[in-house]
Nanobody
Framework: QVQLAEAGGGWVQAGGSLTLSCTATGRTFSGYKVAWFRQAPGKDREFVAA?????????????VKGRCTISRDNISGDNNRNAVSLQMSSLQPEDTAVYYC??????????????????WGQGTQVTVSS
């Protein structure tokens, strides 16, 4: 059984930066895609970014492109095969949401859809104040 844990959420002023991490227990991410989704109050959960862990291919939502970087290379030590980071910069109040990590093996055309992922973390709150 795979369990995912997010970390790194918090409060930041507009224009600031945060780095989230997602760590898996029970297996590594090798051969899987890892994605970040977010859900703002009163809104549906939406795709943020994804990475094909073994190939290092990355995918971004238009809303965050240029401001977010999903990577497996920022993790050192024993966690470098079961952890992914999401670096976010130039954060705006509209980025306020609970950010969720997910993993699975979606086909390319489905990787932006939450139903394509089998395992989810509990989420971490990101609050951006103006």
């Amino acid at each position: 059984q795979v369990q995912l844990a997010e970390a790194g959420g918090g409060w930041v002023q507009a224009g600031g930066s945060l780095t989230l991490s997602c760590t898996a227990t029970g297996r590594t991410f090798s051969g899987y895609k890892v994605a970040w989704f977010r859900q703002a109050p009163g809104k549906d959960r939406e795709f943020v970014a994804a990475i094909s862990f073994s190939e290092r291919r990355t995918y971004y939502a238009d809303a965050v492109k240029g401001r977010c970087t999903i990577s497996r290379d920022n993790i050192s030590g024993d966690n470098n095969r079961n952890a992914v980071s999401l670096q976010m910069s130039s954060l705006q109040p509209e980025d306020t949401a609970v950010y969720y990590c997910a993993t699975g093996r979606p086909i390319l055309s489905s990787l932006r859809y939450e139903t394509a992922y089998h395992y989810w973390g509990q989420g971490t709150q990101v609050t951006v104040s103006s």
